[in-house]
Nanobody, 124 residues
């Protein structure tokens, strides 16, 4: 079975850094584009970042310059390095996968597989 498992979420102070991981299993990782989404209470799921099979990246305007998405195909893992965190970054972060070449559109329905999420809380 395909499984995506996020980890690394925790409580951090504003201005701090956090690195999220998403470990994938049950799929041929290097043929999948990977993405990160987040959802805050009462809000819709929001695109954060994506990385293609070849390493091309895309970011939401709200995180450009602060977040970096990367992948380690040898470890079947995608990462989200988050710096200069703000309280408005507080959300459940989920990773997602879709088998395609190139970058998917920054929409949840572009992705086929999803993890359960990890909570990131940024205190003011």
């Amino acid at each position: 079975q395909v499984q995506l498992v996020e980890s690394g979420g925790r409580l951090v102070q504003a201005g701090g850094s956090l690195r999220l991981s998403c470990a994938a299993s049950g799929l041929t990782f290097n043929i999948y584009a990977m993405g990160w989404f987040r959802q805050a209470p009462g809000k819709e799921r929001e695109f954060v970042a994506a990385v293609s099979r070849s390493g091309s990246t895309n970011y939401a305007d709200s995180v450009k310059g602060r977040f970096t998405i990367s992948r380690d195909n040898a470890k079947n893992t995608v990462y989200l390095q988050m710096n200069s965190l703000k309280p408005e970054d507080t959300a459940i972060f989920r990773c997602a996968a879709v088998s395609r070449w190139g970058l998917p559109a920054p929409r949840p329905d572009e992705y086929h597989y999803w993890g359960q999420g990890t909570q990131v809380t940024v205190s003011a």
